[in-house]
């Protein structure tokens, strides 16, 4: 028997509860991030713009350094920064004090283009937060960040 329901219902025993709307939100602004990026990225993704930012506010770091502050994978890093490398958004060179180890640094055209992308970024925000008011967007950035904070209970 079909499901009669509009497809944007939620089941009642779930649709009030945060990780349901956490998910949700985290789906919807998952793919304005990606729809931002795919009409104004010129390629680069939401993972390249994690790099560059990284990189230009700490500076200098070795690849795996680089992929943990940023979040991504390490096996994802290298193809990752092999594009931004391709692009003259970054340098890598090797680590005088490790063999292996490469060390990667921001260009100053992958500054520009950092600046270029938070528009990107400053847009998505906007479109994912319109129904707040300010004040609404600065408790829900700080209750967010709270909740970030508090940690994982099996990590205590």
């Known amino acids: 028997m079909p499901i009669d329901h509009p497809p944007s219902r939620s089941p009642a025993r ?3 509860r945060p990780t349901w709307l956490v998910s949700r939100l985290y789906a919807r602004s998952s793919a304005l991030l990606a729809a931002g990026f ?12 994690r790099l560059l930012a990284a990189l ?3 500076g200098p770091a ?8 940023a979040g991504i994978d390490r096996s994802d890093v290298t193809a990752a920064l ?9 340098e890598r060179s090797a680590d005088p004090g490790h ?14 283009r950092l600046l ?3 528009g990107v970024i400053d847009e998505v925000q906007e479109r994912v937060l319109r129904p707040l008011t300010a004040a609404q967007r600065r408790q829900f950035v700080a209750l967010m960040a709270r909740l970030l904070a ?5 990590a205590g």
């Open 14 to 16: 779930i649709e009030d």
């Open 38 to 49: 795919e009409a104004h990225g010129e390629g680069l993704r939401s993972y390249h713009y």
């Open 56 to 58: 230009e506010e700490w």
């Open 62 to 69: 070795s690849q795996a350094d680089l992929g943990r502050a």
């Open 82 to 90: 092999s594009e931004l490398e391709s692009r003259r958004l970054v």
């Open 99 to 112: 063999g292996r180890r490469k060390i990667v640094t921001i260009t100053p055209a992958g500054v520009a």
């Open 116 to 118: 270029e992308l938070d």
């Open 150 to 154: 508090g940690g994982d209970e099996r």
